[in-house]
């Protein structure tokens, strides 16, 4: 049975991947800020492939933590998919710069710690591989004005992962950042263009055909590969 590892789980993206990968027959890790307060991912911890944990990714000690309790134990896929879009602020303007620095914390530092504390459990995979969600928001070849936060909060995640996969690339890791098109989820708003199950259906097939070839690349949800 392989093993899924999965941030930010209790809604969204987070959750239909958590559903997919269950039904699919894998044991699933499904980590979440509050689970207790998750109806939907607490049901699917009924299932006997689907283990639930308690994680704030950007909780250093309590990321090591949940790593050492899986030590020894091989994960096949990491899916860094927790983040946050911080305010929504206009053009010219930064509102909170607490919050930048929380958002920060939340989608770059904390993708880059969740992978190093995990890399001893993707390395006892015959395959290993990091599948982190990013946004062409990040991309500087797409990039438009605005939102300054999340903007580059997603380009610092892109460029830190394509290091690390370069760097993971001669001990058989596969890292990719995926976009996850623009979906209807909370963060997304009702009018985006594609539901949770549209993208997580690419971003699975995604996963699933990666390979060595392709680390360090940054693809659409469709498999389309994306601007840097």
Wanted: glycine share 12%; charged share 15%; aromatic share 6%.
């Amino acid at each position: 049975m392989p093993t899924v590892f999965l941030t930010g789980a209790s809604r969204g993206i987070g959750l239909e991947f958590a559903k997919h990968y269950a039904a699919a027959g894998w044991q699933v890790i499904a980590a979440a800020r509050a689970p207790e307060t998750a109806t939907a991912l607490s049901a699917l911890g009924a299932e006997a492939n689907v283990i639930i944990e308690k994680l704030d990714v950007t909780d250093d000690a309590a990321v090591d933590a949940v790593a050492a309790k899986y030590r020894g134990h091989a994960i096949d896929l990491l899916i860094n998919n927790a983040g946050i879009y911080g305010d929504r602020d206009g053009a010219l303007g930064i509102g909170n710069f607490d919050t930048y620095r929380r958002v920060l914390a939340t989608n770059v530092v904390a993708p880059m710690k969740v992978a190093l504390s995990l890399l001893p459990s993707l390395k006892l995979s015959d395959a290993g591989k990091i599948l982190t969600i990013s946004s062409r928001m990040g991309s500087i070849g797409l990039s438009g004005g605005g939102s300054y936060v999340y903007r580059s909060s997603k380009a610092g995640v892109n460029a830190a992962m394509h290091a690390l996969a370069l760097d993971l690339k001669p001990q058989g890791i596969t890292a990719v950042l995926a976009h996850p098109g623009w979906v209807r989820t909370d963060m997304g708003g009702s009018g985006a263009d594609i539901t949770v199950q549209e993208s997580v259906a690419g971003l699975t097939a995604l996963a699933a055909r990666m390979a060595l070839s392709d680390s360090g690349k940054f693809f659409n949800y469709d498999g389309a590969e994306l601007a840097w």
